[in-house]
């Protein structure tokens, strides 16, 4: 039911039809009950329930994929090991070098992917320390406006000032690029980035990017965080991007939130618990766990 302020709500009623002798319906005898409350409820639990779902799996491919990338740093530390003896053996150069340019630019595409995986698959943070957000975007921008961001208008809306929080700043700053790029792919004919930074209460940060790129289909949407999903041609993305992000924000007791529409294009909210002073208790996010 809708109600007057629009607020809905869901009601079950129980009721039965009272007939006179003759057969003919007379009055309804019923109860309405309101169990908006429990609809809401049992919508959380399933959104808990997927959340942990797809944090056990990222567990799971996280392990997998630092496996394998070990793995596979081995194998390229031994290509390019022969790589080097063969440049001091070659008898022709000019052949020798064109082999050896071939052999090195695909050991650093490997050398790429296995730096994603082990980036994937790491559950804790390398350095640790207080960090300014708006300072880490400021770099990102700085890092990329000659290249990357130079394709698009950029705007930033900041809070100043916005409260510390514990963290690594290579990790968010590489999460960052990675959303960077993403959004400037969308936008394949130019468009409109945002950066936005907010204090939340009652003790949380909240970093946004939104672009106005083509956006997300529903189903692209729902897979949009799954590794090694990829909407780019082969050989143009790994799928690692945005299972990164995720990853990063978990590593920092953080909630993301992504919402894209086709056409309306597509905004990422990262939030993180401010740095705690000792012997403060955990944090609760604003709106229950996970909420944004």
Not at 13 to 39: C, F, Q, S, Y
Not at 50 to 60: G, I, N, V
Not at 68 to 85: E, P, Q, R
Not at 258 to 272: A, Y
């Amino acid at each position: 039911m809708i109600r007057p302020d629009r607020e809905i709500r869901h009601i079950k009623t129980h009721g039965h039809l009272v007939r006179d002798a003759r057969g003919k319906p007379i009055r309804m005898i019923g109860i309405n009950r309101d169990r908006t409350r429990e609809v809401e409820a049992e919508q959380e639990r399933r959104r808990l329930l997927l959340e942990l779902q797809h944090a056990d799996k990222m567990d799971s491919l996280g392990s997998l994929a630092g496996g394998v990338a070990h793995d596979i740093n081995n194998v390229l530390a031994a290509i390019m090991g022969m790589a080097s003896v063969l440049r001091d053996t070659e008898p022709d150069p000019g052949a020798r070098d064109r082999a050896l340019d071939a052999i090195t630019l695909a050991c650093t595409r490997g050398r790429d992917v296995v730096r994603s995986l082990l980036d994937f698959s790491r559950m804790d943070l390398e350095s640790v320390g207080q960090v300014d957000l708006n300072i880490i975007v400021m770099e990102v921008i700085q890092l990329l406006a000659q290249t990357t961001l130079s394709r698009v208008q950029l705007a930033t809306d900041f809070q100043e000032p916005l409260g510390l929080i514990q963290g690594d700043a290579g990790a968010l700053s590489h999460a960052l690029i990675n959303l960077c790029v993403n959004a400037v792919d969308a936008m394949a004919d130019g468009g409109r980035l945002v950066f936005r930074t907010r204090n939340l209460e009652p003790r949380w940060v909240q970093i946004e990017l939104e672009d106005s790129g083509s956006g997300m289909t529903r189903e692209v949407h729902e897979k949009a965080l799954n590794p090694f999903f990829t909407t780019k041609p082969q050989g143009k993305g790994t799928g690692l991007g945005l299972s990164l992000v995720y990853s990063t924000v978990k590593a920092h007791r953080g909630d993301l939130d992504l919402q894209s529409e086709p056409g309306r294009g597509t905004c990422v909210r990262m939030k993180f618990p401010l740095a705690r002073a000792a012997g403060e208790g955990p944090l609760t996010p604003p709106g229950g766990p996970g909420a944004l």
